[in-house]
């Protein structure tokens, strides 16, 4: 059955550190890959997605994930955390090409950023 | 992408009572689909509404308790029934624009406790 890994329940990092958030998948096709970000009572942001192409993408707000066949990893990355990125943060896999709908998200990372 | 209006954002509620979820999109939609997600927990898929077609629910959960309507292609409405404690959450109505550039969106969630 398909499903998402994430590792790591909670993160802490400081200011102006470096961030990588691991995400792991299993599924038998080419995944189709989503980042998504939940500040505190909100709903979910999309950060970026993965469908084709590039496997290094850019998404919003400075951050990038890379997919890696081989590890079946969409790691998402930030070079430098700002005190907002401080939310939790959803990886997911759409598991049929196009509009189905069905995606299967990962238990979640929260991230806290110390000053 | 398509902006979604969700409401209520939040609300307490007595126990065997229903409430009523409703998503406004400001666009036309084909799929929309509602998820749930509980107390530190992922967001599970609850059913999918189409327009003009009765919903299709995930395993796990049944029209009886969470019937929903799809009446037009900008609006869908999720009631969750009989309400019992187990059934706080926060719940959240997603669209697909029907084109693989943009990627699903959330509403900004509906927090429901059940007391």
């Known amino acids: 059955a398909q499903s998402v890994t994430q590792p790591d329940i909670h993160i802490t990092v400081s200011e102006g550190a470096s961030l990588e958030l691991r995400c792991n998948y299993s599924?038998?096709?080419?995944?189709?890959l989503f980042w998504y970000v939940q500040s505190p009572g909100q709903g979910l942001q999309l950060l970026l997605k993965?469908?084709?192409?590039?496997?290094l993408v850019q998404g919003i707000k400075g951050f990038e994930a890379e997919f890696k066949r081989s590890q079946s990893s969409f790691n998402l990355r930030k070079p430098s955390v700002h005190w907002s990125d401080a939310a939790e943060y959803f990886c997911?896999?759409?598991?049929?090409?196009?509009?189905?709908?069905?995606?299967?998200f990962g238990k979640g990372t929260k991230l806290s950023v110390k000053p | 992408s398509a902006v979604i209006s969700q409401k209520p954002s939040r609300d307490i509620c007595q126990r065997g009572t229903s409430l009523t979820i409703q998503c406004q999109v400001d666009?036309?939609?084909?799929?929309m689909f509602w998820y749930r997600q509980q107390p530190g927990q992922s967001l599970t898929l609850i059913a999918t509404?189409?327009?003009?077609?009765?919903?299709?629910?995930e395993s796990g959960f049944v029209i009886d308790k969470f019937p929903i309507s799809r009446p037009n292609l900008t609006f869908s409405t999720l009631t969750v029934s009989n309400m019992s404690p187990e059934d706080s959450s926060i719940y959240l109505c997603?669209?697909?624009?029907?084109?693989?550039?943009?990627?699903?969106?959330f509403g900004s969630g509906t927090r429901l406790t059940v007391v």
């Open positions: 997603s669209v697909d624009p029907g084109t693989v550039n943009y990627g699903y969106t």
């Open positions: 599924y038998g096709a080419t995944p189709y």
């Open positions: 993965y469908f084709s192409g590039d496997t």
């Open positions: 997911a896999v759409e598991t049929y090409g196009g509009s189905q709908g069905n995606l299967i």
């Open positions: 666009s036309q939609v084909t799929m």
């Open positions: 509404a189409n327009q003009g077609s009765e919903a299709t629910y």
